[in-house]
Every structure is written in structure tokens, then in C-alpha cells.
């Protein structure tokens, strides 16, 4: 019981990792039809640019509080993230909006190559050990059962970023706007919706959500590294795709499950396999459950509200 316990505290905890990173992916794609690959490497240069910060103010105010200075390096990642993501928009996929589906992606692959490079030239190939600012001391609410405050904060910042995405899309005047550019940009920019500026928008929110959620991704591993975007970009797409990409709540939901899945797995894929796997193979569960969606479900598990378009 201690183990099935222990296992759902971990999988909610990266699954809401997840779940921020794949509301970037069904933004994009619920006004774009664009599956934008780069979106992970967005988390990396948010930890790394929330690194470097924290590394400066260490430096210049060894006596400054932890939660001031993790503040702090966390805007400064927010908006070199909102600044980067808008940069993107406008000068990589703007320009390619009604071009085959295939220029769109081949770009993002690009970007993300990008990117990834750009990190290496500027922190590195070396893993950097993140700076622990919020408490990494277990608590242990129930026997055998442990919970760091960095996990807690991570599920209780995730959820408060989840539900104030969700009151923006839904009670306010953008939000409309971007309901309606997803519904049929063109008869949006007809009503007098500024569809430009309503991409650039949902781009720019959802590269904050990434700068916060590499943040807490590396805050909870304790390492960052030019590389480190990859694998949990690929695993929120995947939860994107196992919601109903498109759909904001399916990636919650998709986000959730996958944390659970993995989490899951990795504490008893050893007992299922008789010993022949271990715990490093835990990332096989987010593929075979992105090949069995795409099989068996491919609008997800709440469908997708966006229409195909030619």
C-alpha cells in the first residue's frame, strides 16, 4: 500500500509537469493545426535562463531570501521565454500559415535543432546542478510515504496556472477571441478579431507555462542541461495527443494520466517483467500509449474540438 501510495504522489507530480507542457502543444494546434516540436526546448531555455538568474543573484546578493530569489530568476525565465515564443511566431511560422502541412513541421523540427544548439554554444554540454531554493527535506504525511515541499509546490503551482488558463480562455474578452480564431480564423479576422495578434498571444502564454513548468522540472530532478527539453516534450505531446490534442482539458487530463501511467510502471514494471526490466524503462509506457491511441482513439480520450482543415 506504501508503494501504490508513493507511486500516485510521484505520477500526480510529473504529471502536472506534463500537463503545462502539453497545454502549449493544444494552444498552438487548436488555432494553428500546427504541431510545434520546439515547444520543449522552450522548457529547456526557461530552466537554463532561471539558472543563469539564480547563479547572478547568488553572486551579487548571497543574502537574499530563497523564495525572493527563485521569484525572481522565474519572471526573468517567463519573459525570455513569452519574448522567445513570440520571435518564433513571427519569424518562423507566420509566414508559413497556409503553406503544406509539412513546411509547418519540418520548421518546428528545425527550431527545435535550433534551439537545442544555441543552448550548447551558450551553457554548455556539461548538466548543471540546480540550485535547491525550496526545501528538498521529505515529509512523511503517512508511513513509508514520502513528500518533498518542491513536489508539493509543483502540484499546487501547476494547478493554479491550469485553472487561471482556463478562466482565460473562458470569461474573458482574448479568451473569446481565441476561441473564435480556432473555431475559423478567417471569418474571425472578417468579425474584426485581430487573428495576428491572437496567435502571437497563445503563443506567447504558452511559452510562459513552459518556462514555469522547466523550472519546477528541474527544481524537481536537481539538474538542467541544452538537451533536457527533448523527452518531456515528446511525453506532454503524447499526453496532448492521449486528451484530445486541441482540447485544453483533455491535455490536463492526458498530462495526469501519463504521469500516473509512468509512475506507475516504473514502480512495478520489474515485477511484470519478471525481473527483465528495470525502472530505466520507464519511458516505454508514454510510446505504447501514444501507438495505442493513435490506433485505437485518435481524437483522444475527451475527442478534439477543432475541425480538420484543408
Not at 2 to 26: D, K, P
Not at 189 to 205: E, K, P, Q, R
Request: net charge positive.
Amino acid at each position: 500500500m506504501e508503494t501504490l501510495i508513493q507511486q500516485l504522489i510521484n505520477g500526480l507530480v510529473i504529471g502536472s509537469v506534463y500537463a503545462l507542457i502539453a497545454l502549449g502543444y493544444t494552444m498552438v494546434y487548436g488555432i494553428l493545426g500546427l504541431i510545434n516540436f520546439a515547444h520543449g526546448d522552450v522548457l529547456m531555455v526557461g530552466a537554463l535562463v532561471a539558472l543563469q538568474t539564480m547563479m547572478f543573484l547568488m553572486g551579487m546578493a548571497p543574502g537574499m531570501s530563497p523564495l525572493v530569489m527563485l521569484s525572481i530568476a522565474l519572471l526573468v525565465a517567463i519573459v525570455v521565454c513569452m519574448l522567445l515564443g513570440f520571435t518564433m511566431e513571427r519569424l518562423a511560422y507566420r509566414r508559413l500559415r497556409n503553406a503544406p502541412r509539412l513546411a509547418p513541421l519540418i520548421t518546428a523540427i528545425g527550431m527545435s535543432f535550433l534551439l537545442q544548439t544555441i543552448a550548447m554554444i551558450i551553457w554548455g554540454r556539461n548538466y548543471h546542478t540546480y540550485p535547491q531554493l525550496i526545501s528538498t527535506t521529505p515529509l512523511q504525511p503517512i508511513e513509508g510515504v514520502f513528500v518533498t515541499p518542491v513536489q508539493v509546490t509543483i502540484v499546487l503551482v501547476s494547478a493554479s496556472l491550469m485553472v487561471g488558463l482556463l478562466l482565460l480562455v473562458n470569461r474573458t474578452k482574448i479568451g473569446r477571441a481565441m476561441r473564435a480564431t480556432a473555431e475559423n480564423h478567417r471569418v474571425a479576422s472578417l468579425m474584426g478579431v485581430d487573428t495576428n495578434a491572437v496567435i502571437a498571444f497563445t503563443f506567447v502564454i504558452g511559452a510562459a507555462l513552459a518556462a514555469v513548468a522547466g523550472v519546477m522540472f528541474a527544481s524537481n530532478y536537481g539538474i538542467a542541461h541544452y538537451g533536457m527539453g527533448f523527452m518531456p516534450g515528446l511525453k506532454a505531446f503524447t499526453a496532448a495527443v492521449l486528451g484530445g490534442i486541441g482540447n485544453l482539458g483533455g491535455a490536463m487530463l492526458g498530462g495526469v494520466v501519463l504521469g500516473l501511467v509512468e509512475s506507475f510502471g516504473a514502480g512495478y514494471i520489474e515485477h511484470l517483467t519478471f525481473g527483465f526490466l528495470n525502472s530505466s524503462y520507464q519511458d516505454i509506457f508514454a510510446f505504447i500509449i501514444l501507438g495505442l491511441v493513435l490506433i485505437f482513439r485518435p481524437t483522444g480520450l475527451l475527442g478534439e474540438r477543432v475541425s480538420d482543415r484543408a
